[in-house]
């Protein structure tokens, strides 16, 4: 065919039956006035492999096995096919820049939204993907049953390295496992990356020998990677097991090489995903959470931020339940308009974190949308306590017993005085 619509038109085929090592991506589109669907979703196909914006004068008939092919087509959902010779293997930047990449900005095209892909097992062989797993965290924190709990230190920056590590103290006290920086702390001027490690150590050493818990914390090194490796290193002298790093802003190349640095000092990745609603929010524009998490998954991160469909943050719960689907199972079903197939193989697992202005009254609907397999994260719902952080801990901890047992908040804060005094601060208001 000629002509620039008929060039389109070329890599639209809906008798198209993908092959088993097919990439197959899910889009919703909305065309640009005056294109139509098939020319549409065409040019979508055809900006991601090896198509441009015009007839070529030559080119050798082996092109034609490279192309991707736009195959199912409803209501403003497509399938597109890519076959797997388009993508270097191991490489998650370079798929990104063909089903993530250019598309998205084509005039002919009003809103593109990546929804999700398939990966087939050819594609996936070649990742690493978590280097612990769910089970190995268990294992590494000895906590085998309930989810596991932390919290950052809040407000979340301008405590110096001292008080944030007092606050941390008092947060492992009171029964959690974990103390997290937040996203924008890393190395301030009143808060420096090495000073906090080393105060932390000893506080963490002291509440394992008081209360005869395993305690760690998700510590931040994002930055460069070079930063990072150094900031890893320092984690490792001091006999930490976590490093922490905001994943979407440290980009996907650079996940990737902690992945291996982290992994070679057995530290296990915090995934914090800041950023994030910059490209998923929009519902019909970017990229989905589901997608993000498939991809951190895919390059190794121990855990991820997910939502909590309760708090304060934006995501339904359809969209917490599919991305902790992502992350947890090992083969994730088709959700109509949500998810695709995948397969993991040996690709490990890893947990969904749920934060993000939780409170202990809201402890029993995090539970019943995602289970145990999950990193529990009470923050501000700690520290307002009316009796301070150790009690608020604690009153997160006895809302969780309540929710694995089956007992009422109410119930149970007639036995414990820190959850009734949190019961009678915040209830079960659903923060904004």
């Known amino acids: 065919m000629s002509g620039k619509v008929g060039w389109y038109l070329e890599f639209v085929d809906l008798s198209y039956k993908p092959a088993k090592d097919d990439i197959v991506c899910l889009f919703y589109f909305e065309p640009e006035a005056g294109i139509s ?21 030559k080119m050798p008939p082996r092109m034609k096995k490279l192309q991707a092919t736009a195959f199912h087509i409803e209501g403003n959902y497509v399938k597109i096919a890519y076959p797997i010779g388009l993508w270097e293997e191991g490489n998650a930047v370079q798929l990104l820049s063909g089903i993530a ?73 009171g029964g959690f496992d974990f103390v997290k920086d937040d996203e924008n702390l890393t190395s301030t001027s009143f808060n420096r990356f090495d000073e906090r490690v080393k105060l932390m150590a000893p506080l963490r050493d002291k509440a394992e020998k008081l209360t005869g818990e395993k305690k760690s914390a998700f510590l931040n090194i994002t930055a460069d990677v070079e930063t990072m490796k150094k900031r890893a290193d320092l984690l490792h002298e001091y006999g930490w097991n976590y490093a922490m790093i905001d994943v979407v802003v440290a980009g996907t190349a650079s996940v990737m090489t902690m992945r291996d640095h982290c992994s070679d000092l057995g530290l296990a990745i915090h995934a914090h995903r800041a950023m994030h609603a910059a490209f998923d929010r929009n519902p019909k524009h970017g990229l989905t959470m589901q997608f993000l998490a498939k991809m951190m998954r895919l390059i190794g991160v121990t855990q991820l931020h997910s939502g909590t469909a309760v708090g304060k943050l ?67 719902g700690i520290h307002g306590h009316p009796k301070g952080t150790r009690a608020g801990a604690k009153a997160a901890m006895q809302a969780l017993e309540a929710s694995m047992e089956g007992e009422t908040l109410l119930e149970k804060a007639k036995r414990h005085s820190e959850l009734r005094e949190a019961l009678e601060k915040w209830g079960y208001m659903k923060t904004k």
Do not use: C
């Open 37 to 57: 669907v098939k020319e549409a979703v065409g040019r979508i196909a055809s900006e991601s492999s090896t198509g441009t914006w015009t007839t070529l004068f």
């Open 101 to 173: 990449g250019n598309i998205f900005g084509m005039k002919a095209i009003k809103n593109l939204r990546l929804i999700d892909a398939t990966l087939p097992p050819s594609y996936v062989r070649n990742f690493k993907g978590p280097h612990h797993g769910i089970d190995g965290v268990r294992r590494m924190m000895k906590v085998y049953k309930r989810p596991l709990t932390g919290a950052v230190p809040k407000p979340k920056i301008g405590f110096s390295a001292a008080e944030h590590a007092a606050i941390g103290f008092e947060t492992w006290m």
């Open 314 to 380: 934006v995501g339904s719960k359809r969209e917490v339940t599919a991305v902790a689907d992502v992350l947890r199972e090992k083969k994730t079903n088709a959700l109509p308009g949500v998810l695709l197939d995948q397969e993991w193989g040996r690709i490990k697992d890893a947990f969904p974190v749920s934060s993000g202005g939780l409170h202990p009254g809201l402890v029993p609907d995090v539970i019943d949308i995602y289970g145990t397999d999950l990193v529990l994260l009470v923050s501000g």
